[in-house]
Nanobody, 124 residues
C-alpha cells in the first residue's frame, strides 16, 4: 500500500502559477505510475496528467497541454504538477493517484491509490 499526500494548493489570480506536490510513503514509490486528476463542484473527476514510473512517458489532457507539467523525483518519493497560465476553469480539488499495474491509463479506474486532494482556486 502507498499513502499519498498532496500539498501546494491555494488561491491564485488568473494567469498565475502554482506547483502541487504529492508526497508518497509506504510501498516503493519509484515503481508506481502517477496521475493527477481534478474535480470541480458538481462535475465528475477528470484526468489532468500522468507520468510513467521512470518519468520517461507523460500524458496530458488537452485542456492543460502546454500550461501544466507533470514530473517526479523518485529519490524524494514525490511527484509534482507545475501549473502555469491558470484559468478560472482550472478551479477544482486536485488529486494525486498512483498505480503499480504496468499499463498507462487516463481513467479514474486506472489508479488504485489516491490522496485526499488539495483545493486550487483561480480568481478572475
Amino acid at each position: 500500500q502507498v499513502q499519498l499526500v498532496e500539498s501546494g494548493g491555494g488561491l491564485v489570480q488568473a494567469g498565475g502559477s502554482l506547483r502541487l506536490s504529492c508526497a508518497a510513503s509506504g510501498r516503493t514509490f519509484s515503481r508506481a505510475r502517477l496521475g493527477w486528476f481534478r474535480q470541480a463542484p458538481g462535475k465528475e473527476r477528470e484526468f489532468v496528467a500522468a507520468i510513467s514510473w521512470s518519468g520517461g512517458i507523460t500524458y496530458y489532457a488537452d485542456s492543460v497541454k502546454g500550461r501544466f507539467t507533470i514530473s517526479r523525483d523518485n529519490a524524494k518519493n514525490t511527484g509534482y504538477l507545475q501549473m502555469s497560465s491558470l484559468k478560472p476553469e482550472d478551479t477544482a480539488v486536485y488529486y494525486c493517484a498512483a498505480d503499480y499495474r504496468p499499463q498507462m491509463g487516463v481513467g479514474v479506474l486506472n489508479y488504485q491509490h489516491w490522496g485526499q486532494g488539495t483545493q486550487v482556486t483561480v480568481s478572475s
